[in-house]
């Protein structure tokens, strides 16, 4: 005992800041350790998740689901139209980024993206006329996701769009995405202007043709090894893909040469894609859905097969849960933004880009990619901190995209909806930030993170799920 | 007294380990710091050394030529061959890498591309003739270096052959590269087999022409910018020109298709470019040529503006000390060799290429490549590590080379002969492994160092100078 009062008292304080705090101002030592109870003290989602911790059936379907993640082998296939590649798409259907949300609750960007679909489908004239027929829902909306087809920011996806077809070789199953249009006005982002629509049309005249001739000369791409190699040159494949935009011309180049006229409108094509280094983007996220899609539908398995967002909601699904939806408000973004913007500017978190996160790339790979800082905000050192941190969330780790950084260990991936609830990390995402208003663009790019909340609610369905089912 | 003796004596020891064992053995404390006196005892130098250090006019040439090199904007102008380019290149001539080196002192790939370039230009009908025309002396041998020109491994430019034209648009002067034929069997490693001399004729009857015409069309494009991008994607562009050759594929394969036939021929130019990681590197060594070139010649000036090797001697240049090498044996490679060779295989250190790690690339840009280690060995930290160091040897950082993973400093340049000389630091060099035996390529990659004997030689030669020029 008088060892113990003899000395000042040195005090490892977990959790309320307030009584290391209180230590430290009476003169001891005091260590802040950050934590907070599971399930951010929700009593429920706290039994559920002791429940689903360690559970036999839910380690068992795990363990299959990211094996079958580890054992999927996306092929850029083929380009098609969507109505053609899309089973039943209804002529007046577009798709969107994110979970369901009707037209009225459209973020502006989405709204201008679906006004500019309407006009580049001939449905309107002009964009107050395409906003009356979806005011008087004579346009039907539906998740990209919900068709295996994901598009980054409105993800606006109309019948006529040609779609990049993303096979996974291991079991047959395809995964499709729209054409990336590069930066500045871009429906994606809402805009929906001449050139925006001129540019659409010559992506579906000529650009799309050209890369469906080519890939078929090759007889596809392999995208897991194009994108570990980007892996290596700085990439993150989300908000950089300068590396895998080059490498995708790499292979391209000399098959759209054979297969393709020459002179200008050869020249036209390859200027094009040598002029986007988000040229990838697209397919990068189309690879990463046919990768979660292997992981998809396990029974019992608690691992994060889609992340996304609608500019209003952000929203999970989880491989044992079906096509069900576990949303929380969409998230302002903590970024850089351009010369003359602002977050006041901004629209909310959205596009379903983040399917690149859910499979362990992007904002878990930032690691690879140091030079992102510049674009996204933070040191490299942050990025290196953010790969090191998504491991406490993650399943295990990939068996090809790996991180040079940390001496060539694997990204962090298969989300574990448990594991989110249980630490209170959520998942980082790298995002672009789009204009709140429609027609102006991009304004920034930065860092967000998935809210604790969607998890909560998929641990709770999760162990209802599992309870129903003995 | 009493202080001192009642303790165990704790002791940094400086320079030779054996008084700091002696203690650690008798249970004192001592920490060994590694340190060899300047010039490692050579008195001459190291008086020599003395004169130099803080010397007003060697400080002012040395700012001067640094703020040359720093200024200097390399273009790749255009392609032109050797005999058009190399005013007064003899017909009989033929130009090798490093320093001086007649043609029984060559080492075995050199005399090995020496042949084949003789078959080239159809000098002799077989390698045996091609052999007994040099040992005639009748094929005259001039180092590269002389002419403003850079070749990678023997280095060997006959007059036949194209060469990229880098010009420093900031004072109109030029240097010079060969083309790079791809891995396996190369010329440049000594090979010269059929399919060889094949290859150089395709270059020579389409690529070069192809890439002229872009090029011409382009208006050249800026190298520095385009080599800054590739070390932000993983590149340190000496062994490692994934990111560059695939940035200047995408730079000008629109022009080749606006400027060019289309089809197969233009096919099969985009395809070799594309399938040739290292095609950047003549180019990227043809730019640090270029950059030196505006730092070489400033009286006074001890920063050095060549490293280079024959395969027999390292030698190097520095900026205050006109035309002269300063030699000292080449020595082996420490580094990982392909599946069936090993070092007892390997020729010594050669090629001009370390003319990047002189420009403060290469070796002394790792911390941009920790990739690279899978190709030279070590690990993510060594590169780091590596970079650091090369700042102890340095006039300053570069404006416009940056290392994402070192917070985007500056790479390392401007080598001053005195720094390596008071430290003992050697510059680090990445290189190719060449077979020992003419014909065969390639066996490998590693890290070497600049033998501190050149530095040492040069110091004593500039006090020299200086010494009579009051």
Redesign the interface.
Known sequence: MSRLTSRAPAVLNLGIAGFAEAIAAAGGKAAQLDWQPPAAGDRAAGMALARLTGHPAVEAANRKAFEAFLASAPVLRTVMPARETLAGLGERTLLHAGPPVAWRDMCGPMQGAAAGAMLYEGWAADAGAARALAERGEVRFEPAHDRGAVGPMAGIISPSMPLWVVEDAARGARAFSNFNEGLGKALRFGAYGPEVLARLKWIERALAPAMGAALAALGGVELKPLMA?AL????EVHNRN??AS??L???L??????S?????A???V??FV?GNEHFFLNISMAACKAMLGAAHGVSGSSLVTAMSRNGREFGIRVSGLGGRWFTAPARPIDGLYFAGYSAADAALDLGDSAITETAGLGGFAMAAA??IV?FVGG??ADAVANSLRMRHIAQGESNIFQL??L??RGTASGIDARKVVDTGIEPVINTGIAHREPGIGQIGAGITRAPLACFVQAVVALDAELGRTP
């Open positions: 190699q290596g040159m700085g990439d300068a590396a080059g490498l011309l790499r292979r180049a000399g098959a759209l040469a054979r393709g006229g020459g002179g200008a050869l020249g036209e390859l200027e040598a140091p030079a510049k040191t490299p040079p950084a001496d060539f």
